[in-house]
């Protein structure tokens, strides 16, 4: 399979200390990819080099075989949906949707289109300032959308929505970007958003890409030390506790759900339970002073227990030297 | 303090801002319903011919203004070039000349015997000076130099509060710079656009001074009515006061309505663009020239009035620039009390006229916008109308109703101390009211409330929490106030004593005894003082 999208050793320099990339990323046709990292990792510098909106210090983005990289964003038929949606206030939804189909004969049927799309038909005279923080998000897209892009680029999608609108958002967010069927990049902090919008997701961190995987890829072989804690909860081993856990390791990594309590194994006392419905987690102070965190059955030890814990399953890590 | 008692201070401070603003204007009204005046008002051909004259010249100063204002801000906001920031405060600088001491400098720089004509005669050999400074393009020449920083400074606050991802997703969906700045740019700084054209408007229907000193035989309504006045045409002065009057309110309304909404507060969230450098050597040595050039050309006058100030009286004839150069005019301006006297006369006029005007827009502001009384419409409009009406047109109102003794409304001020900083109070009312009101609309009310949960009695509130916070506010609006006081002619011409001439009136007096050197002396104190002072009120 061929990549849709190119990103070639792209660089961006902020100051002699701050540097974004080299980065290289091949996205397929149709596929959606998330860009996920903590603040600082140069996941939206990613997304405006991508836009156009910052110019690389070195590297190249190839669309469909044509180099972009220094197309300005006016030309490159890439559609953005801003954090802050961006929609102008000066005009009505039918007017915003409208702003990229200048000079298409059939401007006014597209924009209706568009709308129909994000499930908002009829909202053509109403204005932005009316609208709700999800409709505005819908009119955002269907903006975006409108000139049928050749990418789709999203900042933050969902962070302006309230939680419970966040979650059934995502969801429909998804089944209209695949109906479309563009090739979608977007960027979060949050895992969960990534791994449930995105087909694969791109680990950044400090400026580098960390790993770029498929959720159960990135959960259960992690290439870093920085995926496996960043990406999802995790018990991280050293040394002699490492070796304990598989041989010849000095860094293990075991997830919480993959330690279960034994006869036998690291001794530890409990020494907090959290119970979340189906199960509960529990802190144990491990002899010697770490501590880690076992999911188990709500009933499975009290506060005060003396406990044997042993891993199910470990991830090994080799350290890069990073 | 109960709710029924700040009602009556509402009452009652409803009541003396009407006496103050209003009642005037009322007095204007009955006496132009005169007949012969009437008459004599539309019947002469000189009347209309000066009504429309303030009307074209100000409509072309907010035109000119805006063609230079506008760019500027774009460079100065939108691009970094060498000296941006130091160049960017050097463009506002004719906001510290007054008025009467912008046209003085103007004079002496471009007048038929200013350094550039003496200059141009010489180069050429010509026998008499090669242009004379008169007329309308005089006139426009003066307002669109110090006006167009309404356009400039207002344009750069409205790009200043735009949001970049606007302009991000104008160009994400295929619009180049052109059509960015058309389609999004321009109507989201829209509102910044209007209310600069409102100020140069008004402003320039008020103007006086550069149609007085370049006027010449072509009359504008404001240099009209005080040549009315001054030959004692009372009636008739009326009439044409009335007449600037209801031009100035029917601008204001017209212009009022292209407002539209300030969409800007309902979606503004996010950064300001940052300013781009320039690349391309060529532009930005083109870019950095042209800064520079501008901003001496900016500084000229300034220049050209130091320079002045320090030529002794008739020693400089017929060279290109002053032989001669020493502190003489500065030294009679201090030592002699007949000269003091003037400066002192307009630092106190204007310090008492903004005390008083920051203490009723303190009141006003905390019975307005704190306790809401019932009249806090009429108190907030009766506070914004001097702005809405030309200063001649209050200066006249003034003059007419406290010549006359009828009490209690109307009592014998003029040719008093008290007359002029009352006219002072009057222009700086909308000033302080303006700044006081956005203050305490900006405050929050649970500061307020957090302070008295700790403790705090409503004096201790109000010292500790609620003027602290409205310093900045009540700062700009008092130096504001103040400077506009210091630098008043519109006012002092029609109203001064000999004995509380303030320095405006000096300045004409010693260019009319052809003492140059001591004008621009009272001309650079002015300037200094405006200087320091707007400095002040607008440090946070």
Same mark, same amino acid.
């Given at each position: 399979?061929?990549?849709? *999208?190119?990103?070639?050793?792209?660089?961006?320099?902020?100051?002699?200390?701050?540097?974004?990339?080299?980065?290289?990323?091949?996205?397929?046709?149709?596929?959606?990819?998330?860009?996920?990292?903590?603040?600082?990792?140069?996941?939206?510098?990613?997304?405006?080099?991508?836009?156009?909106?910052?110019?690389?210090?070195?590297?190249?983005?190839?669309?469909?075989?044509?180099?972009?990289?220094?197309?300005?964003?006016?030309?490159?038929?890439?559609?953005?949906?801003?954090?802050?949606?961006?929609?102008?206030?000066?005009?009505?939804?039918?007017?915003?949707?409208?702003?990229?189909?200048?000079?298409?004969?059939?401007?006014?049927?597209?924009?209706?289109?568009?709308?129909?799309?994000?499930?908002?038909?009829?909202?053509?005279?109403?204005?932005?300032?009316?609208?709700?923080?999800?409709?505005?998000?819908?009119?955002?897209?269907?903006?975006?959308?409108?000139? @049928?892009?050749?990418?789709?680029?999203?900042?933050?999608?969902?962070?302006?929505?309230?939680?419970?609108?966040? @979650?059934?958002?995502?969801?429909?967010?998804?089944?209209?970007?695949?109906?479309?069927?563009?090739?979608?990049?977007?960027?979060?902090?949050?895992?969960?958003?990534?791994?449930?919008?995105?087909?694969?997701?791109?680990?950044?961190?400090?400026?580098?890409? @960390?790993?770029?995987?498929?959720?159960?890829?990135?959960?259960?072989?992690?290439?870093?030390?920085?995926?496996?804690?960043?990406?999802?909860?995790?018990?991280?081993?050293?040394?002699?506790?490492?070796?304990?856990?598989?041989?010849?390791?000095?860094?293990?990594?075991?997830?919480?759900?993959?330690?279960?309590?034994?006869?036998?194994?690291?001794?530890?006392?409990?020494?907090?339970?959290?119970?979340?419905?189906?199960?509960?987690?529990?802190?144990?102070?491990?002899?010697?002073?770490?501590?880690?965190?076992? *999911?188990?059955?709500?009933?499975?030890?009290?506060?005060?227990?003396?406990?044997?814990?042993?891993? @199910?399953?470990?991830?090994?890590?080799?350290?890069?030297?990073? | 303090?109960?709710?029924?008692? /700040? #009602?009556?201070?509402?009452? %009652? $401070?409803?009541?003396?801002?009407?006496?103050?603003?209003?009642?005037?204007?009322?007095?204007?009204?009955?006496?132009?319903?005169?007949?012969?005046?009437?008459?004599?008002?539309?019947?002469?051909?000189?009347?209309?011919?000066?009504?429309?004259?303030?009307?074209?010249?100000?409509?072309?100063?907010?035109?000119?203004?805006?063609?230079?204002?506008?760019?500027?801000?774009?460079?100065?906001?939108?691009?970094?070039?060498?000296?941006?920031?130091?160049?960017?405060?050097?463009?506002?600088?004719?906001?510290?000349?007054?008025?009467?001491?912008?046209?003085?400098?103007?004079?002496? +720089?471009?007048?038929?015997?200013?350094?550039?004509?003496?200059?141009?005669?010489?180069?050429?050999?010509?026998?008499?000076?090669?242009?004379?400074?008169?007329?309308?393009?005089?006139?426009?020449?003066?307002?669109?130099?110090?006006?167009?920083?309404?356009?400039? &400074?207002?344009?750069?606050?409205?790009?200043?509060?735009?949001?970049?991802?606007?302009?991000?997703?104008?160009?994400?969906?295929?619009?180049?710079?052109?059509?960015?700045?058309?389609?999004?740019?321009?109507?989201?700084?829209?509102?910044?656009?209007?209310?600069?054209?409102?100020?140069?408007?008004?402003?320039?229907?008020?103007?006086?001074?550069?149609?007085?000193?370049?006027?010449?035989?072509?009359?504008?309504?404001?240099?009209?009515?005080?040549?009315?006045?001054?030959?004692?045409?009372?009636?008739?002065?009326?009439?044409?006061?009335?007449?600037?009057?209801?031009?100035?309110?029917?601008? $204001?309304?017209?212009?009022?309505?292209?407002?539209?909404?300030?969409?800007?507060? /309902?979606?503004?969230?996010?950064?300001?663009?940052?300013?781009?450098?320039?690349?391309?050597?060529?532009?930005?040595?083109?870019?950095?020239?042209?800064?520079?050039?501008?901003?001496?050309?900016?500084?000229?006058?300034?220049?050209?009035?130091?320079?002045?100030?320090?030529?002794?009286?008739?020693?400089?004839?017929?060279?290109?620039?002053?032989?001669? &150069?020493?502190?003489?005019?500065?030294?009679?301006?201090?030592?002699?009390?007949?000269?003091?006297?003037?400066?002192?006369?307009?630092?106190?006029?204007?310090?008492?006229?903004?005390?008083?005007?920051?203490?009723?827009?303190?009141?006003?502001?905390?019975?307005?916008? #704190?306790?809401?009384?019932?009249?806090?419409?009429?108190?907030?409009?009766?506070?914004?109308?001097?702005?809405?009406?030309?200063?001649?047109?209050?200066?006249?109102?003034?003059?007419?109703?406290?010549?006359?003794?009828?009490?209690?409304?109307?009592?014998?001020?003029?040719?008093?101390?008290?007359?002029?900083?009352?006219?002072? +109070?009057?222009?700086?009312?909308?000033?302080?009211?303006?700044?006081?009101?956005?203050?305490?609309? #900006?405050?929050?009310?649970? &500061?307020?409330?957090?302070?008295?949960?700790?403790?705090? %009695?409503?004096?201790?509130?109000?010292?500790?929490?609620?003027?602290? #916070? $409205?310093?900045?506010?009540?700062?700009?609006?008092?130096?504001?106030?103040?400077?506009?006081?210091?630098?008043?002619?519109?006012?002092?011409?029609?109203?001064?004593?000999?004995?509380?001439?303030?320095?405006?009136?000096?300045?004409?007096?010693?260019?009319? &005894?052809?003492?140059?050197?001591?004008?621009?002396?009272?001309?650079?104190?002015?300037?200094?003082?405006?200087?320091?002072?707007?400095?002040?009120?607008?440090?946070?």
């Amino acid at each position: 399979m061929s990549a849709f *999208l190119e990103v070639q050793a792209i660089k961006k320099r902020w100051a002699h200390t701050v540097t974004v990339g080299p980065i290289t990323l091949d996205i397929a046709r149709g596929e959606i990819v998330a860009l996920l990292g903590p603040s600082g990792s140069g996941k939206t510098t990613m997304l405006r080099l991508l836009a156009g909106f910052e110019t690389p210090d070195g590297g190249r983005i190839v669309v469909e075989g044509e180099d972009v990289t220094s197309m300005p964003p006016a030309r490159r038929r890439f559609g953005m949906v801003f954090q802050h949606y961006a929609l102008f206030p000066h005009l009505d939804v039918g007017e915003n949707v409208a702003f990229g189909l200048r000079g298409h004969a059939d401007a006014g049927a597209k924009a209706t289109e568009a709308l129909r799309l994000v499930d908002l038909a009829g909202f053509e005279r109403r204005k932005v300032q009316e609208l709700s923080g999800g409709q505005q998000q819908r009119v955002a897209l269907a903006r975006a959308l409108a000139p @049928e892009p050749r990418v789709l680029l999203l900042d933050e999608p969902l962070s302006n929505l309230d939680p419970a609108l966040r @979650e059934r958002t995502r969801r429909e967010l998804r089944q209209l970007i695949k109906r479309v069927g563009i090739t979608t990049v977007f960027v979060t902090h949050e895992q969960e958003e990534a791994f449930e919008l995105g087909d694969r997701v791109a680990v950044l961190n400090a400026g580098h890409l @960390e790993q770029a995987g498929a959720p159960d890829e990135l959960y259960e072989r992690p290439a870093s030390l920085f995926v496996a804690t960043f990406v999802g909860r995790a018990n991280v081993f050293r040394g002699a506790a490492a070796r304990a856990l598989a041989r010849d390791a000095d860094l293990v990594v075991v997830r919480p759900e993959r330690l279960r309590f034994a006869t036998a194994g690291l001794p530890g006392v409990v020494r907090e339970r959290r119970y979340t419905g189906a199960a509960a987690f529990f802190l144990i102070e491990i002899d010697g002073g770490e501590r880690i965190e076992v *999911l188990a059955e709500p009933d499975a030890a009290t506060v005060g227990d003396r406990v044997f814990v042993e891993a @199910e399953r470990v991830i090994r890590i080799v350290e890069n030297g990073r | 303090m109960t709710r029924r008692n /700040a #009602q009556l201070v509402g009452a %009652g $401070l409803a009541l003396l801002l009407a006496w103050l603003v209003l009642f005037p204007i009322l007095v204007v009204a009955r006496d132009a319903a005169d007949g012969t005046a009437l008459r004599a008002f539309f019947g002469r051909a000189g009347e209309w011919a000066a009504l429309w004259a303030s009307v074209w010249i100000s409509l072309a100063s907010v035109a000119l203004a805006a063609a230079i204002g506008v760019p500027l801000a774009f460079l100065f906001e939108w691009f970094d070039f060498p000296g941006r920031k130091t160049l960017g405060a050097l463009v506002a600088l004719p906001v510290v000349l007054p008025p009467l001491v912008g046209v003085i400098a103007f004079l002496f +720089l471009y007048g038929e015997s200013g350094f550039i004509a003496r200059a141009v005669q010489a180069l050429f050999g010509m026998p008499e000076a090669p242009w004379r400074l008169q007329g309308p393009a005089a006139i426009l020449l003066v307002h669109a130099y110090s006006m167009y920083v309404y356009f400039y &400074l207002f344009t750069r606050a409205g790009l200043a509060k735009l949001d970049v991802s606007m302009l991000e997703a104008a160009q994400a969906l295929g619009a180049d710079r052109w059509t960015t700045i058309r389609r999004v740019v321009l109507p989201l700084v829209r509102p910044s656009l209007v209310g600069a054209a409102i100020l140069t408007f008004m402003t320039s229907l008020g103007s006086f001074s550069a149609p007085y000193i370049f006027g010449g035989g072509f009359r504008v309504m404001t240099t009209q009515i005080v040549a009315t006045k001054l030959n004692g045409d009372l009636p008739l002065a009326m009439v044409e006061t009335l007449a600037l009057a209801v031009v100035a309110v029917a601008g $204001l309304l017209l212009l009022r309505r292209t407002e539209g909404d300030d969409i800007l507060v /309902a979606l503004g969230k996010g950064i300001a663009p940052r300013p781009r450098p320039i690349r391309r050597p060529a532009i930005r040595a083109l870019a950095t020239a042209a800064g520079w050039g501008f901003a001496v050309l900016l500084l000229l006058p300034h220049l050209t009035l130091a320079l002045v100030s320090l030529v002794p009286y008739g020693a400089w004839t017929t060279e290109i620039l002053p032989p001669v &150069l020493n502190l003489e005019n500065y030294r009679r301006l201090f030592s002699e009390a007949e000269r003091l006297r003037p400066l002192l006369n307009s630092l106190w006029m204007a310090a008492v006229s903004t005390a008083a005007a920051v203490v009723l827009a303190l009141a006003a502001g905390w019975l307005v916008v #704190q306790r809401r009384v019932a009249l806090r419409r009429a108190i907030e409009g009766l506070l914004a109308l001097p702005w809405a009406l030309p200063g001649t047109v209050f200066a006249i109102a003034l003059a007419m109703t406290f010549s006359v003794h009828a009490p209690p409304l109307r009592w014998v001020l003029v040719g008093t101390v008290a007359i002029l900083p009352l006219a002072y +109070l009057v222009r700086a009312l909308p000033l302080t009211g303006r700044a006081l009101l956005a203050g305490y609309r #900006q405050l929050d009310p649970a &500061l307020e409330e957090a302070a008295a949960s700790l403790g705090a %009695g409503r004096w201790r509130t109000l010292a500790r929490v609620t003027l602290p #916070q $409205l310093r900045p506010g009540l700062a700009a609006g008092a130096s504001l106030a103040f400077v506009a006081a210091l630098g008043d002619i519109v006012a002092s011409i029609v109203l001064y004593t000999y004995e509380t001439r303030p320095i405006s009136i000096e300045i004409l007096s010693s260019l009319r &005894l052809s003492e140059t050197g001591v004008a621009a002396a009272f001309g650079v104190v002015l300037m200094v003082v405006s200087a320091l002072v707007l400095g002040i009120g607008a440090r946070r």
